[in-house]
T-cell receptor
Framework: GQQVMQIPQYQHVQEGEDFTTYCNSSTTLSNIQWYKQRPGGHPVFLIQLVKSGEVKKQKRLTFQFGEAKKNSSLHITATQTTDVGTYFCAGGGTSYGKLTFGQGTILTVHP | DAGVTQSPTHLIKTRGQQVTLRCSPKSGHDTVSWYQQALGQGPQFIFQYYEEEERQRGNFPDRFSGHQFPNYSSELNVNALLLGDSALYLC???????????????FGSGTRLTVV
């Protein structure tokens, strides 16, 4: 079945440093979504990418979808303490609705 | 604008017992999906309901079953509980689109199930 791998598992940064997490799928995806989960919270939708090579930005966050639609990345510029949490990518396959989540990257930001 | 509501928030059950978790989707959403999230892991897809039918199912045994009601709310039932069923159970709602385009889920806060 479809597998989604995410690296790194943990990332510790100083406030103001940049952060990147990478996501790779074993199969071609119809779309990829990114979620943020704060400690003790639930996943919150950030963005969806659908097109090959797509790049989207949300303030300090930049999301990319690979040309082959099998990988994706999330880059945060100049991290802030409010960025703390676990970032998940979730790949959509050919069947609508089912998302396969990566194991997440836990981001810690030191002030 | 009501988000996704799940109940109860916490639950402790004994091995072998049965449990029912409940979910009310976000206003305007018609599809409910259930996910299991073990500690330190990403959510795992259990199944999805649309028009009161199970549309897709993940790799979970038949002990996991569900239901969707005409008002789009949903229940997740787990029979013969095992210690390994201890997890956060998340309900996610969305709009069902036939052309395969996905839109982001709205997740509820989850039910923390502990099996002892």
């Amino acid at each position: 079945g479809q597998q989604v791998m995410q690296i790194p598992q943990y990332q510790h940064v100083q406030e103001g440093e940049d952060f990147t997490t990478y996501c790779n799928s074993s199969t071609t995806l119809s779309n990829i979504q990114w979620y943020k989960q704060r400690p003790g919270g639930h996943p919150v939708f950030l963005i969806q990418l659908v097109k090959s090579g797509e790049v989207k930005k949300q303030k300090r966050l930049t999301f990319q979808f690979g040309e082959a639609k099998k990988n994706s990345s999330l880059h945060i510029t100049a991290t802030q303490t409010t960025d703390v949490g676990t970032y998940f990518c979730a790949g959509g396959g050919t069947s609508y609705g089912k998302l396969t989540f990566g194991q997440g990257t836990i981001l810690t930001v030191h002030p | 604008d009501a988000g996704v509501t799940q109940s109860p928030t916490h639950l402790i059950k004994t091995r072998g017992q049965q449990v029912t978790l409940r979910c009310s989707p976000k206003s305007g959403h018609d599809t409910v999906s259930w996910y299991q999230q073990a500690l330190g892991q990403g959510p795992q897809f259990i199944f999805q309901y649309y028009e009161e039918e199970e549309r897709q199912r993940g790799n979970f045994p038949d002990r996991f079953s569900g239901h969707q009601f005409p008002n789009y709310s949903s229940e997740l039932n787990v029979n013969a509980l095992l210690l390994g069923d201890s997890a956060l159970y998340l309900c996610a709602s969305s709009l069902y689109l036939r052309q395969g385009a996905n839109y982001g889920y709205t997740f509820g806060s989850g039910t923390r199930l502990t099996v002892v």
